[in-house]
């Protein structure tokens, strides 16, 4: 992670827009935006046309996409990479998150305020389970950079302070204070807290990550299919899991 790289580049975009657009008309790319620059070693090698797709970052040996959301529109791309290059996918976790509304008819924004809820990496596991089947290739790398944001809604939602089912304009990175690869499926197993007691169920794990769990559920399911962990029994009527050695 280098933190000023990132800050030069979040910076210079962040601005760029501003200049042009003002707030209030910002797009929703700028995150993306952001990170094309930062992982990309030259901006010659960013949307490159490979095997019919358009690929976000391609160094000629391997290809970075960087994916906000809807992991599912990325398996045709991984179906054409993966065969002939290592992929890695970049998808961004706000860590900390302020948030402002904007009024559509005015284009006035509301001060900023912080989220009390902190983002993890679990979080990406209701992206990852749309890709599920693809996780094991050994071609396929993952990146998670946790972001601090300053999120903007429109105000046109359905319910009577039009915030409920509103749209998200844009998201705005202030800093990057972590950064979580998996290069390989050996390293899924840092998901599991050293200190959880083994074995353990879905609910032990979800208090130990403090995640909910539902959430939970989903992340044991992709490591039990990673053969990360493995089901050993049952506690009641819970499900027991043990990490592979």
């Not at 509304?101 to 009390?116: A, V």
């Not at 809604?153 to 972590?178: E, F, H, Q, T």
């Not at 992709?222 to 050695?245: D, H, S």
């Amino acid at each position: 992670m280098d933190e000023q790289r990132f800050e030069a580049i979040k910076s210079r975009i962040v601005s760029t827009q501003r200049e042009r657009n003002g707030i209030g008309t910002l797009q929703e790319k700028t995150v993306h935006a952001v990170l094309k620059d930062y992982y990309a070693p030259s901006r010659d090698m960013q949307e490159i046309s490979v095997n019919g797709y358009v690929a976000d970052i391609f160094t000629g040996k391997e290809i970075i996409e960087i994916q906000t959301a809807n992991f599912n529109k990325m398996r045709g791309k991984l179906e054409s990479f993966l065969p002939e290059y290592p992929v890695t996918i970049v998808y961004p976790i706000p860590y900390i998150k302020w948030l402002s509304w904007i009024d559509e008819e005015t284009g006035e924004c509301s001060q900023l305020r912080k989220s009390p809820v902190k983002g993890n990496i679990y979080k990406a596991f209701y992206e990852l389970y749309k890709i599920k089947s693809y996780l094991p290739n050994k071609n396929l790398k993952l990146c998670f950079p946790l972001l601090n944001i300053e999120e903007y809604r429109l105000l046109n939602g359905w319910s009577k302070d039009k915030k409920k089912g509103s749209c998200r304009y844009d998201r705005i990175p202030v800093a990057m204070v972590d950064e979580i690869r998996f290069d390989r499926v050996e390293d899924y197993v840092q998901l599991i807290p050293y200190e959880l007691e083994e074995p353990f169920t879905a609910a032990e794990f979800a208090k130990s990550v403090k995640i909910r769990k539902e959430e939970a559920g989903r992340v044991l399911h992709i490591l039990n299919y990673l053969q990360v962990i493995r089901q050993e029994g049952k506690r009641g009527k819970a499900y027991l899991y043990k990490v592979n050695e």
